[in-house]
Nanobody, 122 residues
Framework: EVQLVESGGGLVQAGGSLRLSCAAS????????IGWFRQAPGKEREGVSF????????YYEDIGKGRFTISSDNAKNSVYLQMNSLKPEDTAVYYC???????????????WGQGNQVTVSS
């Protein structure tokens, strides 16, 4: 059974940092593109970043450039999102997702995690 389990969210003050983890099971992350998405209250879900651990390529939407860093650990079959200089507008439920195709990952990935709340207080 394929599963993606996020952890590491919580409450942090503006300017602080959090590291989100996405542990995959049932498949090998090396064969997939893994992405982070977020959904704030009353807003649509948006892409944040993705990584292809097979070649180390990464991508960031503007919302995370310079503040967020995505990484992977194939030995742990996990992907991480280090978030620094957090702002109140980063408050959202963060999801990881997986798909074999990058374009499909950004539109309709095959697998989703359950989501993890990140709250940034001002």
């Amino acid at each position: 059974e394929v599963q993606l389990v996020e952890s590491g969210g919580g409450l942090v003050q503006a300017g602080g940092s959090l590291r989100l983890s996405c542990a995959a099971s049932g498949f090998t992350i090396d064969d997939y593109a893994i992405g982070w998405f977020r959904q704030a209250p009353g807003k649509e879900r948006e892409g944040v970043s993705f990584i292809k651990s097979s070649d180390g390529s990464t991508y960031y939407e503007d919302i995370g450039k310079g503040r967020f860093t995505i990484s992977s650990d194939n030995a742990k079959n996990s992907v991480y999102l280090q978030m620094n200089s957090l702002k109140p507008e980063d408050t959202a439920v963060y999801y990881c997702a997986a798909d074999k195709e990058i374009l499909k990952l950004w539109v309709q990935p095959d697998y989703w995690g359950q989501g993890n709340q990140v709250t940034v207080s001002s």
